[in-house]
C-alpha cells in the first residue's frame, strides 16, 4: 500500500519552516487560516482547503491567528482499488476544497485514528485511504473541469472590496439560473457563492485589523474596504465568523 504515514498537529501551530518531503503529502486544514508557500508561491488557506504537494517541493504555512490540519504522506496518488480516467500524478501543487458536508475531513480524521491505533495495515485502513484518493482526484478534476465557476470565483475575489458587489448580479451574468449555477458553485467549493465572498471580505479585514497600527486605519475604514458600507453589520459579521468583535481581534493580536 502506498501510504506512508497519517498525522496531524500536535496543537495549534502559527508557523512551520520551510521543508520539503521525498513524496506526496496532502493537507487538510481543519482550523484557521493564514498562508501556505508552496514551491515559491503562496496559497490562501481557510478550513476546508486541501494543498496536494508533489515529491521534493519546499513548503510551509503561517497564520497570526494559529492553523491545524490533518496531513498523510503518500507514495503515490493512485487509487489502485478505484478506477480513474488517467493516472492522477500532480507535479504541480494543488489547491482544493472539501465538500459542504466536510467528508475528505471526517474520511482523513477516520483514517488518523486507525494509523494512531496500529491498523495502518489493515483492510479498512486500506480501503479508507483509496476512498480518499479517489475523491481527492474526483475534487482536482471537478474545479479544473469547470471554468464557468472558475470565472464566477474571479468575479468575487477580484470586487471583495466594492460595497455595491452583487453576488446575484454575477450569478445572472454566467447565463444560468441562480439556483443551478449556486448549487454548482457549492459543489465545487464547499461554500455558497455568498458564503465565498463573505469569508474573502473577512480574511482581508482580518489582515488589516493585524496592521491597524502601521496602517493607521479605523475600524470604519477597514469595513468600508473590506465591503461595508455599514460598520455595525461588518461587525456582527465579523464576529459571526470569528467569534470576537474586530476591536477584540486587533487587541488579541
Known sequence: ???????????????????????????????????AEIGGKEYPFVPGVIHVIPPDM???KKSADGFRDIYLHADSLQPAG???????EPREP???????SGTLEKLMSVLLSRYLLGAESDEITGMLFEIVLH??????????ADPVISELIRAITNSYSDPDFQVTDALLNTGFSKDYIRRRFRSVTGMTPVEYLRNVRISYARRMLRQKDTLHLSINEIALMSGFYDVSYFC??????TGVSPTQYMNQN
Open 1 to 35: 500500500m502506498p501510504l506512508i504515514m497519517v498525522g496531524a498537529s500536535p496543537g495549534v501551530l502559527h508557523d512551520i519552516n520551510m521543508h520539503c518531503h521525498d513524496c506526496y503529502e496532502i493537507i487538510m486544514n481543519s482550523e484557521g487560516e493564514g498562508v
Open 236 to 241: 456582527r459579521v465579523f464576529h459571526r465568523v
Open 135 to 144: 475523491l481527492v482526484e474526483k475534487r482536482s478534476t471537478a474545479g479544473l
Open 82 to 88: 478505484l478506477p480513474v480516467k488517467k493516472a492522477f
Open 58 to 60: 519546499p513548503h510551509t
Open 94 to 100: 494543488l489547491v482544493l476544497t472539501d465538500d459542504a
